[in-house]
């Protein structure tokens, strides 16, 4: 049997790592659009966009990874099927479900180790992506100089060039419109210059030849100041030009381990109960206001009760802002509540996408590539459905955290079950033998006392 389970498990193998690496594939190039897109409209260095590249891999393996083993399942059995070795080991004395527990077994190992990346390392890796990602879009575009073409790349400065001559980086004909930190514009013209980037320091040099200031008064605009200069260097800083890093930022549900997430709920069932005893405490020092005779004097009936009034409409907004802060918190504990789940949930679904694919397989009887994917992009999109749509509904508060995000698997056994049942009631297989012969023992009782009501009829 050991040799049977080893050759089982290799049979998975190859159709593991294919289907891993379809689905990376399919995955990476819809990603690597993107970053293509940064690399030409940010002008950043592809070695930041390789390390971005790299930390997107985390979650792109942590939704192939249950794919991959979905794939190998139909593919590892319907291919022992097609060629009739289950058939062969069925007569043999082995029962079909027997040849499936090496592989379940892997599969959970599998998941339990999914369920580790998915805590321990992905959070930190989505983390890093998220803070570089976003301090690649707070980038500016790398600025293009054209002849002829209004340059407005960069906030309070405009700049217009006649002709750039590419070999010796001189331009001619050049007007700057400045107008940082300024209520009018400062105009620059100068008939030719040439222009530097400084990347340590993110600022523009420029050295004009030849050239005028016009620049009109802040203070009286009727004031008007031309200088002609022969030489002149401005210097344009905080241009937004260089990719400055962060250090720290805040982190998302799905920036954030299990233990960290559970301190965070324990925080927020602290705040409700905070709220509640904060909505007493208005209630009570609302009633004993409204109580004290010298708070609202009987004399003036009037004014006691707009007096009354007052109290109510401040006492309910008070009230109705904490009941808003015990919502948000719930929402909050909802939300992490799901996340939790889901790190468990989204790496078990390696083994009952094995536990639907065996059986599929044997039924289909085809080992191929395009049966496998077939097959599997019904179930992915089964799984997906179910996942996302109870993701909604437990962060909204329909259904409770454990069945919105379980849901998913909870459908994939039951059908892996009854598949798995239907193949070995129809092959004969003796994995359920005991079952199956209890079964057709109760179908023979109903029959005989059918037949006998027949007979007396």
Same mark, same amino acid.
Not at 43 to 56: R, S, T
Not at 291 to 299: A, L, N, Y
Not at 333 to 341: D, G, L, M, W
């Given at each position: 049997m050991k040799t049977l389970s080893r050759y089982v498990l290799r049979e998975h193998l190859m159709p593991l790592i294919g289907g891993l690496g379809i689905i990376m594939f399919v995955l990476v190039m819809d990603f690597v659009l993107?970053?293509? !897109?940064?690399?030409?409209?940010?002008?950043?260095?592809?070695?930041?966009?390789?390390?971005?590249?790299?930390? +997107?891999?985390?979650?792109?393996?942590?939704?192939?990874?249950p794919m991959a083993c979905l794939i190998a399942g139909l593919m590892a059995f319907g291919r022992l099927s097609e060629d009739g070795e289950i058939n062969a080991a069925v007569g043999s004395g082995i029962p079909f479900v027997r040849l499936m527990v090496a592989p379940l077994f892997a599969s959970l190992l599998l998941s339990l180790g999914m369920v580790y990346f998915s805590d321990q390392i992905l959070?930190?890796? +989505?983390?890093?992506?998220?803070?570089?990602?976003?301090? *690649?879009?707070?980038?500016?575009?790398?600025?293009?100089?054209?002849?002829?073409?209004?340059?407005?790349? =960069?906030?309070? *400065?405009?700049?217009?060039?006649?002709?750039?001559?590419?070999?010796? +980086?001189?331009?001619?004909?050049?007007?700057?419109?400045?107008?940082? !930190?300024?209520?009018?514009?400062?105009?620059?013209?100068?008939?030719?210059? +040439?222009?530097?980037?400084?990347?340590?320091?993110?600022?523009? !040099?420029?050295?004009?030849?030849?050239?005028?200031?016009?620049?009109?008064?802040?203070?009286?605009?009727?004031? =008007? &100041?031309?200088?002609?200069?022969?030489?002149?260097?401005?210097?344009?800083?905080?241009?937004?030009?260089?990719?400055?890093?962060?250090?720290t930022g805040h982190r998302g549900d799905r920036e954030m381990k299990i233990a960290d997430m559970k301190l965070v709920i324990e925080d927020k069932k602290a705040a409700i109960i905070q709220a509640e005893q904060m909505i007493r405490n208005i209630a009570d020092r609302s009633f004993q206001r409204a109580?004290?005779?010298?708070?609202?004097? &009987?004399?003036d009936s009037l004014?006691?009760?707009?007096?009354?009034?007052?109290?109510?409409?401040?006492?309910?907004?008070? *009230?109705?802002?904490?009941? !808003?802060?015990?919502?948000?918190?719930?929402?909050?504990?909802?939300?992490?509540?799901?996340? *939790?789940?889901?790190?468990?949930s989204l790496p078990m679904a390696c083994f009952f996408f094995l536990l639907v694919g065996a059986p599929v397989g044997v039924w289909a009887k085809k080992g191929g590539l395009g049966v496998a994917i077939g097959f599997g992009i019904f179930f992915f999109m089964v799984y997906w459905a179910l996942l996302i749509g109870g993701e909604e509904l437990g962060d909204r508060g329909f259904v409770a955290p454990w069945l919105a995000m379980w849901a998913s698997n909870i459908a994939l056994g039951a059908i892996g079950s009854i598949i798995l049942y239907r193949t070995v009631w129809s092959s004969h297989f003796r994995g359920f033998g005991f079952l199956v012969r209890f079964l057709a023992w109760i179908r023979r009782i109903f029959s005989k006392e059918r037949n006998a009501r027949q007979n007396r009829a």
């Open positions: 993107d970053m293509l !897109n940064l690399i030409i409209t940010k002008g950043v260095q592809p070695d930041i966009v390789l390390k971005l590249f790299g930390l +997107n891999l985390a979650w792109m393996l942590a939704l192939a990874v959070p930190d890796l +989505n983390y890093e992506s998220k803070m570089l990602l976003g301090d *690649i879009k707070r980038k500016k575009p790398t600025l293009a100089i054209k002849e002829r073409v209004f340059i407005d790349d =960069f906030p309070g *400065i405009g700049m217009f060039i006649e002709e750039v001559d590419e070999r010796s +980086n001189e331009l001619f004909g050049i007007t700057i419109y400045d107008q940082q !930190n300024r209520l009018y514009p400062r105009v620059i013209t100068a008939k030719s210059g +040439n222009m530097a980037f400084d990347v340590s320091s993110d600022a523009l !040099n420029l050295e004009l030849f030849d050239g005028s200031i016009h620049e009109t008064d802040e203070a009286d605009p009727a004031k =008007f &100041t031309r200088v002609s200069f022969e030489r002149q260097t401005l210097r344009f800083g905080d241009l937004g030009l260089t990719l400055e890093r962060r250090e109580f004290r005779p010298q708070e609202f004097p &009987t004399e004014e006691a009760l707009q007096s009354l009034r007052q109290l109510a409409k401040s006492t309910a907004q008070s *009230i109705s802002s904490q009941l !808003n802060a015990i919502g948000a918190h719930e929402r909050y504990i909802r939300k992490y509540s799901v996340e *939790i789940h889901k790190k468990w």
